[in-house]
């Protein structure tokens, strides 16, 4: 499974960007395709705040306009919103553990990886470059590197986690 964050999703609801049209080339063929798909509860969160705010974006959607947008992509079968599961406490223990270094890369992020974390989701399209910190991911940036496509292979090969204590 693959998840997106926000900057894929605000610039695919976003005509006015630059980015529009990749993005939106990507969405498209994630809920058209095959292969399961996320969202982390997180990312839908961070995208309503960021594409409705009047000073983040230069044409703010108004929130039914980007509860719509989220409500389409919920159309597609082959993607799931992800939420806390019942280890999210020891989840965050565990990435926070692994964690060297204080201040913003801490935070940046951390709820969107630890939900990844916990549905043993590796690889995340996004722009943003903090993702880079959480190891245990594979950000994919398919709007300013080259084309992704669903069929594309992982960018590296895993190892199965297993969950302490099992």
């Not at 049209?21 to 058209?32: D, K, M, T």
């Amino acid at each position: 499974m693959i998840a997106v964050d926000t900057s894929i999703l605000a610039w695919a609801a976003n005509r006015g960007t630059p980015e529009h049209p990749r993005a939106s080339q990507v969405l498209e063929a994630l809920a058209n395709g095959g292969r399961p798909w996320a969202v982390p509860w997180s990312v839908a969160h961070e995208f309503l705040a960021l594409v409705t705010h009047p000073h983040a974006v230069g044409r703010p959607a108004r929130p039914e306009e980007a509860l719509a947008f989220l409500d389409q992509l919920g159309t597609s079968p082959s993607l799931r919103f992800l939420g806390p599961t019942d280890r999210h406490a020891a989840v965050a223990r565990e990435l926070l553990a692994g964690r060297t270094g204080e201040g913003p890369g801490l935070v940046a992020g951390f709820e969107t990886a630890l939900l990844l974390r916990e549905h043993g989701v590796r690889e995340l399209l996004s722009a943003d470059r903090d993702m880079r910190a959480w190891r245990f991911l594979e950000v994919i940036d398919p709007i300013h590197g080259a084309p992704w496509r669903p069929g594309d292979a992982p960018g590296r090969r895993y190892r199965r986690l297993t969950p302490r204590g099992t």
